[in-house]
């Protein structure tokens, strides 16, 4: 990963170290796939940390959950790599369990994982048993089984904050449907687990981010769906109302602090769209 990737965001100043002093935030998906940008899951781990957070960053791929920790402990950031599988439960305890005992605490549970053309997704005609199984099992249950663990934990503190990651994919006319349905899976997830959990102090939100240009949205569609990384880029980029330009992973990262931060400790529940407005060209 070049150091453009991470030095290339706007916002870097108007961070005040303070926000999320002293939490402990775990990142399910804080690495990233390869690519010339920055992914969501990197993004929110380092402004996460920005603003005082203490972040473990769980990945599957070590060498990119590992990145993540050594940026945020090079801009001098408290965080540490968690590598496994989270569509395994007994990674996902681990993961817990392995936050507690190292701080203590679990403040803020931060769910990014998914997946979608890169494993295979494809039109409800045409789709697999088993492809559509596997990415329902990282894009949702992975995300299930975080809450479960997180909660008890969280409930016991009286406070806790959950943000999960979505996608406008849910609501437009997205053809492929294993992304859709899971992703549709983790709007209803979160309206559950905030509803059930708000007596305890709990909040729990939902980010719908529309076009981001982001690794998994960008290079892995490269060659797949036969165009290259500039025509993907702009085709992307026309379905932008405000500026007719694609977000960045930062866009979405400072939605997230936002949310886990005591500026929205009267927000539970809420889909938050991050698309420049596309959303609103529904039908």
Partial sequence: MSIEATDNDPSRAMWSGERLRDRVAIVVGGGQTPGLTIGNGKATSILYAREGARVLVVDVDARAADDTAATIVTEGGVALPFVGDVTDEAVVMGFIAHAMERWGAIDILHNNVGIGLAGGDAPVTEIEGDVFDRIMSVNLKSMI?????????????????????????AYSNYPY???????????????????????????????????????????????????????????????????????????????????ASDEAGFISGVSLPVDGAQSLRIG
């Fill in 145 to 169: 089984l975080s809450c479960k663990h997180a909660i008890p934990h969280m409930r016991a503190q009286g406070s806790g904050v959950i943000t999960n990651i979505s996608s406008f994919a």
């Fill in 177 to 259: 449907i294993s992304y859709k349905t899971s992703k549709a899976g983790v709007i209803a997830l979160t309206q559950n687990v905030a509803i059930v959990n708000a007596e305890y102090g709990i909040r729990a939100n939902v980010i719908v981010p529309g076009m981001i240009n982001t690794p998994m949205a960008i290079d892995a569609r490269v060659g797949v769906i036969g165009a290259t990384r500039d025509e993907v880029i702009a085709t992307r980029d026309r379905q932008v109302p405000l500026g007719k330009k694609m977000g960045t992973a930062w866009d979405v990262a400072n939605a997230a602090v936002f949310l």
